[in-house]
C-alpha cells in the first residue's frame, strides 16, 4: 500500500491535470499593405505573412489596403490615415508589418501619431538605405531588390541567340526608378545585345511593336499598370496584354507577373517577402528586440518558369538553372506519389524478403531434419551391414545393443537377446571372459582406446573363433565416458589363410614359370638374375642357363637405355616402391628390337630381403592391330566426308536433273533444243553415278541386295570387261563349280568388278600381262578377318572369295596405305575413285578386303562376301513407264534446299497436284495443320536444320496418324528403312530422282 501511495504522488502527471487549461497568450499583428486585395503581388505577400501564423488563436491578423496602385493623391492619404487612426484608437497592434513603398513611406511619416513605440517590420522595399531609417528605432524588414541582371542572364541561357531585348515600363515612379537601374546594367552587355526602351506607349502602339518584333529577341516587362491617357489596368489584364501582343519570349522580375502568358525570370517572390517578414515579426513577438534582427538585404528572390509557356517558344527544359521552379507542369501519378508508391514497394519487397527469409529457414530446417534422420538411419544402416563384428557396453560392462555380425561371430541367437547381458552370460569360457573384459576395464579406466588384440572366443555350440579386437571408449554430452564400443574382426579364415599362402608360393613360383606370353625376370640387390622364366627365354633368346647369375641390364637393355634401367632398379630397390607401367624397347640376343608393355614390383623374400622382378609383354602384335585401326578410322572419316559430299551434291544435281527431265516432257523429239537437253541430262546422270560412288565409298550408297551366283554375274560380263582392257592383255578366268550364293547388289558389284579390272590393267600399262579373275568359297576364321583390310567385326564362316590379280608394276608399302584414299592416284594405281568406291561398297556388305603387292610383282585383291544358302534369284529390270497417271488434289513438298524445292514443285505440278512448299519442319506443321484435311501426301526431306525429317514424321503423325509421308535422301533406301522401320512412312525415293520415278513412287504409295 505504501508503494501504490508513493507512486501515485511521484506520478509525473499533476493531479489537476484535467484541470482548466491555461489560455494561450494572444497577439494582434497589423498589416499595412500598399495596394488592394485581389492583386497578386498583395495576396502572395499576405500568403506569405500566414504561413508563418497559421493558428488564429494565438495570432489575429489585422489588414489594411492603402489602394495606392489604383488611387495615388494626397487626399487618399489623408482619409487612410484618419481610418487607421479610428480602428486602432483602442486596440493597438503588437507589432505592424508594412509591404512595399508606399505603406512604408505612410508609416515613417504617421507613425508616432498612430503606432507610437510599436516595432514595425517592412517587406517589399525598393531601393532600399538605410537613410530611409533616419531617426527610426524598434524597427527591422526585408528589402526588395529586383534582380534584372540574373533575368537578363536566364533569357540569354534560354535563348542563346539573342541579339535584341525590349524593357516595357509605364512612367510610374517605380517604374522610372526599375528604368534607371536596368540602364546601369546593360552596358555590360552592349556588344552582344541592344536594348530598346518602351516607356509610356499608348496600348496599341506597344502591341503592334511587340508584334512587329524581329527574330532572336526578347521583351523584359518591368511595369505597366498605367498608360499615358491614365487607364489603368491590373496586373493581370497587364501581363496577358502584353504576353498575347509578343511574338517573342516575355520575361519579368517580379512573381506576380508569371503565369499570365510570361516565361519567367529571376523573380521577387512576394511570398517569400511575405514569409520572411513574418518570420522577423514572429522572432518580435517572441521577446527579441527589433533593433537587434539585422535587416534582410538580399532579396529572396528565386528562378521562377512557366512550365506551358516554355513549351510554347520551344525551350528545353535542360537548359534552366538548377534549383529552377516551374508552374504549370503536370505531373504523373508516378511523380505525384512517388515516395507512396517506392514505399509500398519497399514494404512489399521487405515482406517478400521476410517471407523468402522464412520458407529458406523453414526449408532448411526441414532439411536439416531429414539430414538428420538419414544420417542416423546411415548410421543404423551402416552399424547393421558392416562386416566387422560391433557391440558397445556401458560402464559396467553390460551389452546395450550389437550388430548382425555381432551375433553371426559370436553366434548368439538375436541382438535383443545380448542387451542387459554381460560377457559372463553369453559366453561359457570364463578364462576367456577375464581376458577381454580386463581390457574394456582398462579402456574405461585410463579412456584410451586399444588396437588390434588377438582373443579367442568359445561360442555356445563349442566351436572357437580367433578374433582381432579395438576398443574404443564412449563418451556423452558432458564428455563423461559412458561406454566401451568393441570393434570385431573374425581372423579365424585369416589364420589358414597364412599356411595357405605359404603353399601358394610354390605353386607361383610354377606358375611364373610356364605362364605364358608374359616374360617374368627376378633380380638381387646387385641386379643378378635370380628368376628367368620360359617366356623370357622365347622373347629374348636366352636360355634360362645363360640368363642366371648375369645382370639384367647387361641382357637386355640396348645401351641408350642401360642407365635408366639400372637407376629404376636400384630406386625400386631402396625404397620399396612399384614403378609404374611403361612400354619400352628392348634388345634381344640377336639384336632385334623388341617392344614390350613392362610393369616392375619389389617383393621381399623370407629374410627380409628385397628382390626385384619385372614382367614384360610382347607388344609386337598390339601395335600391328593399332596401326591397322588408325588405317581404318582414317577411312572411315574420308568415308563421312564423301558421303557428306555426295549428299549436298545430289541436292544440286537434283535441280539440273529434274529441271532438264521437265523441259523434255514439256517438247516434242523434234524440237531443236531436245537433243541439248538430253546431253543435260546425260552429263548430270553421269555426275550421279559419280554421286554414288562417293555414297559406295562412305557405305551409305544404295543397295538393292538380290541372292545372286557371282560366277553367273561375273560370267555375264565377259564381253564387256574384255572390250574395257589393253589389247596386249590377257584376261583369265578360273570359277569354282557349286560356288553358293551372297547376298548382295548386282549393280554395285558389277562396279567392284569393273573398278579393279580397270586399275589391273592400267597397272599392266601398255606391256603385255595377264589378268585373272576367279571364284571360291573359303571358310574364314575370326583370326583370318582380323586380317583383312577393314578393321570391323565379322563373324566366322563361309565366305565367297572374288579374287583378281594382274602381273602389273605392283605397288611399295607407302602406296598400298593410301590406295583407298578417294581421288588419290599415281602413274602405279588406277585413277580417281575407283578403289575407294570398292572399299565402300564391300563395307557395305559387311564384307572384307584382302591385299597382295610387290613392286614389279603385280598385285592380287581379293574380295570375301557372307555365303548364303538358297537358290540365286534373277530380277528383270522395271519396264518404262508409259501410262498418264495424274494426282489430285494438295501436296507438301518439304525439303530445306530451294532448287529441290523449285524443281520438286515443277514435278508434282505436271502430275496433276496443288503443291505447298516448306523449307523446314517447323513451317511445314503449320502449313500441314492448316491444309490438313486437304493434303493427299507429303515428301519430306530427311536431313533439315531446325526440326530434322524424323521430328517432323511424329509430329505430323500427331496431327494426322493416316497421311502418308514419303521420305526423300540420298542415302540408300534399306538404311532408311532399319532406321524408320515401324514409324509409318509410306515410301521413299532417293535423290536426285527423275519425274518418272517420282511418278511411280507417289501411284505405288497412293494407290
Not at 516434242?668 to 541430262?681: F, G, Q, R
Request: a negative charge; glycine letters at 6%.
Amino acid at each position: 500500500m505504501l508503494g501504490l501511495l508513493l507512486a501515485f504522488i511521484l506520478r509525473p502527471e499533476p493531479l489537476l491535470a484535467h484541470a482548466e487549461p491555461e489560455q494561450p497568450h494572444h497577439h494582434n499583428l497589423l498589416v499595412l499593405n500598399s495596394y488592394h486585395p485581389g492583386y497578386k503581388w498583395s495576396d502572395a505577400i499576405m500568403a506569405g505573412i500566414r504561413s508563418v501564423f497559421p493558428d488564429a488563436m494565438k495570432y489575429e491578423i489585422f489588414i489594411e489596403y492603402m489602394d495606392s496602385k489604383r488611387r495615388e493623391d494626397p487626399k487618399n492619404l489623408e482619409l487612410f490615415k484618419q481610418l487607421c487612426a479610428h480602428h486602432f484608437e483602442r486596440m493597438k497592434p503588437d507589432i505592424v508589418i508594412c509591404s512595399d513603398d508606399n505603406a512604408f513611406d505612410f508609416l515613417m511619416i504617421n507613425r508616432q501619431e498612430l503606432f507610437p513605440g510599436i516595432p514595425i517590420v517592412f517587406c517589399g522595399i525598393n531601393n532600399f538605405t538605410d537613410n530611409r531609417l533616419a531617426g527610426q528605432t524598434n524597427i527591422t524588414g526585408v528589402a526588395e531588390d529586383f534582380d534584372f541582371k540574373g533575368t537578363l542572364e536566364l533569357a540569354l541561357q534560354l535563348c542563346p541567340k539573342t541579339r535584341h531585348a525590349v524593357l516595357i515600363g509605364d512612367g510610374t515612379r517605380t517604374s522610372q526608378t526599375s528604368l534607371e537601374r536596368i540602364s546601369r546594367l546593360t552596358s555590360a552587355y552592349e556588344k552582344q545585345l541592344s536594348f530598346e526602351y518602351y516607356d509610356q506607349l499608348e496600348v496599341g502602339e506597344l502591341t503592334w511593336r511587340l508584334h512587329t518584333l524581329p527574330d532572336h529577341s526578347v521583351a523584359f516587362l518591368i511595369s505597366y499598370f498605367r498608360d499615358p491617357f491614365g487607364q489603368t489596368y491590373s496586373l493581370e489584364q497587364s501581363a496577358g496584354l502584353i504576353a498575347k501582343a509578343s511574338r517573342v519570349p516575355v520575361f519579368s522580375c517580379w512573381d506576380s507577373f508569371i503565369q499570365n502568358g510570361l516565361l519567367g525570370g529571376r523573380v521577387v517572390s512576394a511570398f517569400n517577402q511575405g514569409r520572411s517578414a513574418g518570420e522577423l515579426a514572429l522572432r518580435v513577438l517572441n521577446g527579441e528586440s527589433a533593433d537587434r534582427l539585422p535587416i534582410v538585404r538580399e532579396s529572396p528572390n528565386i528562378h521562377l518558369v512557366d512550365h506551358a509557356v516554355l513549351k510554347r517558344f520551344k525551350l528545353r527544359e535542360q537548359d534552366l538553372p538548377p534549383g529552377s521552379i516551374l508552374l504549370n507542369k503536370t505531373t504523373s501519378l508516378y511523380e505525384k506519389y512517388f515516395f507512396w508508391i517506392w514505399g509500398l514497394i519497399l514494404i512489399m519487397a521487405f515482406e517478400t524478403v521476410l517471407i523468402v527469409i522464412l520458407l529458406l529457414s523453414r526449408r532448411r530446417r526441414k532439411r536439416s531434419e531429414r539430414a538428420l534422420h538419414q544420417q542416423q538411419a546411415l548410421l543404423r544402416n551402416i552399424i547393421s551391414t558392416i562386416p566387422s563384428s560391433v557391440s558397445w557396453k556401458d560402464t559396467h560392462l553390460v551389452y546395450q545393443g550389437c550388430n548382425e555380425a555381432f551375433i553371426r561371430t559370436t553366434g548368439v541367437e538375436a541382438p535383443h537377446i545380448v542387451v542387459g547381458k554381460d560377457d559372463y552370460e553369453l559366453f561359457g569360457d570364463k578364462q576367456e571372459v577375464e581376458e577381454y573384459r580386463d581390457f574394456d576395464l582398462n579402456v574405461l579406466q585410463t579412456g584410451r582406446s586399444v588396437f588390434d588384440i588377438e582373443e579367442q572366443v568359445t561360442r555356445r555350440d563349442g566351436s572357437c573363433r580367433n578374433l582381432l579386437a579395438s576398443k574404443v571408449p564412449l563418451f556423452d554430452e558432458t564428455g563423461a565416458i559412458s561406454g566401451v564400443l568393441g570393434v570385431l574382426t573374425d581372423i579365424t579364415e585369416l589364420k589358414k589363410n597364412e599356411i595357405a599362402l605359404r603353399e601358394s608360393e610354390e605353386r607361383f613360383r610354377t606358375l611364373a614359370e610356364n605362364i605364358p606370353n608374359v616374360a617374368v625376370q627376378g633380380c638381387d640387390r646387385k641386379r643378378r638374375i635370380l628368376f628367368w622364366n620360359k617366356t623370357s627365354e622365347l622373347l629374348y633368346g636366352y636360355s634360362r642357363q645363360e640368363a642366371l647369375g648375369q645382370r639384367l641390364e647387361d641382357l637386355i637393355a640396348p645401351e641408350a637405355l642401360r642407365d635408366r634401367l639400372v637407376d629404376a632398379i636400384e630406386q625400386s630397390l631402396r625404397t620399396g616402391r612399384q614403378l609404374p607401367p611403361e612400354e619400352l624397347e628392348l634388345r634381344s640376343k640377336s639384336n632385334q628390337p623388341v617392344y614390350v608393355h613392362s610393369t616392375q614390383i619389389v617383393i621381399h623374400n623370407s629374410r627380409n630381403e628385397p628382390e626385384f622382378y619385372r614382367s614384360d609383354v610382347d607388344l609386337s602384335e598390339r601395335r600391328r592391330m593399332e596401326a591397322k585401326i588408325q588405317q581404318t578410322q582414317k577411312l572411315e572419316s574420308l568415308g563421312v566426308l564423301a558421303g557428306g559430299i555426295a549428299h549436298d551434291f545430289n541436292n544440286l544435281l537434283m535441280g539440273i536433273l529434274g529441271n532438264a527431265d521437265l523441259a523434255k516432257e514439256s517438247i516434242t523429239p523434234s524440237s531443236p533444243v531436245y537433243e541439248h537437253l538430253a546431253d543435260i541430262k546425260t552429263a548430270a546422270k553421269r555426275a550421279a553415278d559419280l554421286c554414288r560412288q562417293l555414297l559406295a565409298y562412305s557405305g551409305k550408297g544404295k543397295f538393292i541386295v538380290e541372292t545372286i551366283n557371282l560366277n553367273d554375274m561375273t560370267q555375264e560380263m565377259t564381253h564387256l570387261l574384255e572390250i574395257s582392257i589393253s589389247k596386249s592383255v590377257v584376261l583369265k578366268r578360273r570359277f569354282a563349280p557349286n560356288l553358293p550364293a551372297i547376298k548382295a547388289d548386282p549393280t554395285q558389284l558389277r562396279q567392284i568388278v569393273m573398278n579393279l579390272i580397270t586399275n589391273a590393267s592400267e597397272a599392266i600399262g601398255d606391256k603385255s600381262g595377264v589378268i585373272s579373275i576367279a571364284t571360291s568359297a573359303v571358310e574364314c576364321s575370326a583370326e583370318d578377318l582380323r586380317q583383312t583390310w577393314l578393321n570391323e567385326p565379322l563373324p566366322e564362316g563361309r565366305y565367297v572369295c572374288l579374287e583378281v590379280s594382274d602381273t602389273g608394276c605392283g605397288m611399295n608399302e607407302e602406296t598400298m596405305k593410301r590406295i583407298f584414299d578417294p581421288f588419290f592416284t599415281s602413274k602405279f594405281t588406277g585413277r580417281g575413285l575407283g578403289l575407294a568406291a570398292v572399299l565402300g561398297i564391300v563395307r557395305g556388305h559387311q564384307g572384307a578386303l584382302k591385299v597382295q603387292s610387290h613392286p614389279g610383282q603385280g598385285s592380287t585383291f581379293r574380295l570375301f562376301f557372307p555365303a548364303v544358302a538358297g537358290a540365286a534369284e534373277y530380277r528383270p529390270a522395271e519396264p518404262v513407264s508409259t501410262d498418264t497417271w495424274q494426282g489430285q488434289g494438295y501436296f507438301l513438298l518439304v525439303d530445306d534446299e530451294e532448287t529441290v524445292r523449285a524443281v520438286g514443285k515443277r514435278m508434282l505440278s505436271w502430275l496433276g497436284f496443288e503443291v505447298l512448299t516448306a523449307e523446314n519442319g517447323i513451317e511445314a506443321l503449320e502449313l500441314f495443320r492448316q491444309y490438313s484435311d486437304r493434303i493427299a501426301g507429303v515428301l519430306l526431306d530427311l536431313t533439315m536444320p531446325h526440326m530434322n525429317g524424323e521430328d517432323t514424321l511424329q509430329e505430323l503423325k500427331k496431327i494426322r496418324p493416316d497421311v502418308r509421308v514419303i521420305l526423300s535422301s540420298g542415302y540408300a533406301e534399306q538404311e532408311i528403312s532399319r532406321r524408320f522401320d515401324g514409324k509409318g512412312i509410306a515410301g521413299f525415293i532417293q535423290k536426285p530422282y527423275q519425274v518418272e520415278s517420282l511418278k511411280r513412287t507417289l501411284q505405288k504409295v497412293l494407290e
